[in-house]
């Protein structure tokens, strides 16, 4: 096996739990239960999409919530929350609750810009201030300001009536969003494709998640455009070198896949396979190809991912639309096969 700087320290697993219309119960608790498979497979953590007016997890809080009572060991996180459609105080008070229930097991992803059809949706979402909706980097500075316990409001004290001594029936008011929960403001990530994001994210001091989709600025090669931004970011981070990144491709292990699933993963991968050849779109985004295969294969091809090579934390990403059996095999080989090609080894 070629060489890497360092083994894999941290695995984990991305899902956007898909579910029918006509039965959404079932769906969401098919994600909570490949949740729990991972902590019994030795997962170090295991994300969640957002989907908003989709038939995929519209609100990750509430179910990382349930998953956290659920697991006892697993990292929960998001990846991720796109603020455009959040209020960040609001934002601020589920993180934290879920942060205590899960005994400071949240790593929270955000990201921010306009909503995704904000010209269809913005009468419903802002109806009043759709105009001067800021989705600039200043909406993450509030989340992460709220997060971390700086001010919230000019008030702190008690409402109604002076008491000189904390009473059942007395309202006290807190200046600062409650619960706070010391130890989350340095678990936030910012899910980034561009320099610009890079840098900004190393500035203020968060963890960067990178995934299988770039800016192509610099470059029209994928692995190099990601690796400068992983430099870009540890470069302006406080913790430098030590400045957390995971790498979230996407990744399909084929080790004990029937025949008919391993036909159904390369026709899946072939299918998207020609987005990754050149930059999309006005925005020129590049797409990493699928990684389908033996692990060892796959193992292969990470090592020989400059970008790869710089991190000791992944998110595999989960294929959208495959079967609850199919997540089972592929999270099963991730934990049994690949992980240890790649110096993993799993929690017990």
């Known amino acids: 096996m070629p060489p890497t700087s360092q083994p894999l320290r941290k695995l984990g697993f991305l899902t956007i739990g898909l579910f029918d219309e006509a039965d959404p119960g079932r769906g969401h608790e098919s994600t909570l239960e490949i949740i729990e498979l991972g902590e019994r497979l030795g997962f170090d953590s295991a994300w969640v999409r957002h989907r908003h007016l989709q038939y995929g997890i519209s609100s990750p809080v509430a ?14 996180g998001t990846a991720v929350i796109p603020l455009g459609w959040e209020n960040p105080l609001r934002l601020a008070e589920d993180l934290a609750t879920v942060d205590i229930l899960s005994g400071g097991r949240l790593n929270p992803g955000v990201s921010v810009g306009p909503p995704m059809h904000y010209e269809q949706v913005k009468q419903a979402l802002y ?16 989340l992460l300001d709220f997060v971390r316990g700086e001010p919230a409001s000019a008030f702190g004290g008690v409402t109604g009536f002076e008491a000189t001594r904390r009473q059942p029936h007395v309202e006290y008011s807190s200046n600062r969003v409650q619960p706070h929960s010391p130890g989350l403001g340095r678990r936030l990530w910012y899910g980034g ?13 968060m963890n ?14 994928f692995a190099e455009v990601q690796l400068s931004h992983i430099r870009t970011f540890r470069a302006h981070h406080p913790d430098g070198e030590r400045a957390r990144v995971s790498q979230g491709l996407v990744v399909i292990p084929t080790d004990s896949a029937t025949a008919e ?15 990754t050849a050149t930059p999309q779109g006005p925005a020129r985004m590049m797409f990493a190809p699928d990684l389908v295969g033996p692990s060892d294969r796959i193992a292969e091809q990470l090592y020989a991912h400059a970008a790869f090579r710089e991190v000791d934390e992944v998110a595999f990403a989960l ?18 096969r690949l992980g240890p090609a790649l110096g993993w080894r799993p929690t017990g």
């Not at 036909?263 to 987005?275: I, M, N, S, T, V």
């Open 261 to 275: 699933q391993r036909a159904k993963y390369e026709a899946y991968a072939a299918k998207r396979l020609p987005r």
């Open 319 to 336: 294929p959208f639309t495959f079967e609850h059996e199919d997540y089972v095999q592929i999270l099963t080989d991730m934990a049994t």
């Open 127 to 142: 109806p009043d201030t759709a105009d001067v909706e800021d989705f600039s980097y200043e909406r993450v500075q509030r």
């Open 193 to 205: 494709g561009s320099l610009r994001s890079a840098q900004w994210a190393g500035e203020h001091g």
């Open 63 to 76: 179910v990382l919530a349930a998953a956290s009572q659920r697991t006892s060991r697993i990292e929960l």
């Open 208 to 221: 960067l998640l990178t995934s299988s989709v770039v800016k192509a600025e610099e470059s029209e090669d």
